[in-house]
């Protein structure tokens, strides 16, 4: 493995432990997450590595595997980034449904949009050339316009049509909704910006 595939793993898994543990400061979760969150520091970047490891072996017969684990794991980063400003939005305002929650969902995620072509350009794809990076920027939000169609109309969808189940609190359901919307682009996205945006 390169130098890049060590360090991004631990970047990214720290960083998405922080968000972690600052969200969870905002939502009522279930007692044994706060028993367990403390560790996710040390544990989130052990797996992000162990797992980019796993994939780099099995990516040297099959290429693919080991970009789509990466870009996986930079959508976890973009998911954890995009629950983050909307957690912040929504507990900052005291709004967490109604008509300026996709306000708030839009900009968080495009916010991890663009995080993640840079994510996506440098590390997972490895297209490090400048000259086509506006072509590449512009056909990235592109395809991530689908993922946004999908992202807002689901989480939308589930907060104000759907409305909190199982006596979950409205803050919790809207991050289980995005959650949901964010696994259903991830795949479009993957293979749109291999095959579209940063083909080779």
């Given at each position: 493995?390169?130098?890049?595939?060590?360090?991004?793993?631990?970047?990214?898994?720290?960083?998405?432990?922080?968000?972690?543990?600052?969200?969870?400061?905002?939502?009522?979760?279930?007692?044994?997450?706060?028993?367990?969150?403390?560790?996710?520091?040390?544990?989130?970047?052990?797996?992000?590595?162990?797992?980019?490891?796993?994939?780099?072996?099995?990516?040297k017969?099959?290429?693919?595997?080991?970009?789509?684990?990466?870009?996986?794991?930079?959508?976890?980063?973009?998911?954890?980034?995009?629950?983050?400003?909307?957690?912040?939005?929504?507990?900052?305002?005291?709004?967490?449904?109604?008509?300026?929650?996709?306000?708030?969902?839009?900009?968080?995620?495009?916010?991890?949009?663009?995080n993640?072509?840079?994510?996506?350009?440098?590390?997972?794809?490895?297209?490090?050339?400048?000259?086509?990076a506006?072509?590449?920027?512009?056909?990235?939000?592109?395809?991530?316009?689908?993922?946004?169609?999908?992202?807002?109309?689901?989480?939308?969808?589930?907060?104000?049509?759907?409305?909190?189940?199982?006596?979950?609190?409205?803050?919790?359901?809207?991050?289980?909704?995005?959650?949901?919307?964010i696994?259903?682009?991830?795949?479009?996205?993957?293979?749109g910006?291999?095959?579209?945006?940063?083909?080779?």
């Amino acid at each position: 493995m390169k130098k890049q595939d060590i360090l991004a793993p631990l970047i990214i898994g720290e960083a998405c432990a922080l968000i972690f543990l600052a969200v969870s400061g905002i939502l009522k979760m279930p007692a044994f997450v706060y028993k367990i969150a403390p560790f996710f520091p040390i544990l989130l970047p052990v797996f992000s590595l162990s797992g980019t490891y796993i994939t780099s072996i099995f990516g040297k017969k099959i290429p693919t595997l080991f970009q789509w684990s990466k870009s996986f794991l930079i959508g976890i980063l973009n998911s954890f980034i995009d629950l983050g400003i909307l957690n912040f939005l929504m507990w900052s305002s005291g709004l967490s449904s109604g008509i300026w929650f996709p306000c708030f969902k839009a900009f968080s995620f495009i916010v991890a949009t663009f995080n993640s072509f840079l994510w996506n350009k440098f590390w997972a794809f490895e297209k490090k050339e400048s000259e086509q990076a506006t072509k590449e920027m512009v056909q990235f939000f592109s395809i991530a316009g689908l993922g946004f169609v999908i992202n807002i109309v689901v989480a939308s969808f589930l907060v104000n049509v759907v409305k909190a189940q199982f006596g979950i609190t409205p803050a919790l359901w809207a991050n289980l909704s995005s959650i949901v919307a964010i696994i259903l682009g991830f795949s479009w996205n993957f293979f749109g910006y291999k095959f579209l945006v940063f083909k080779k």
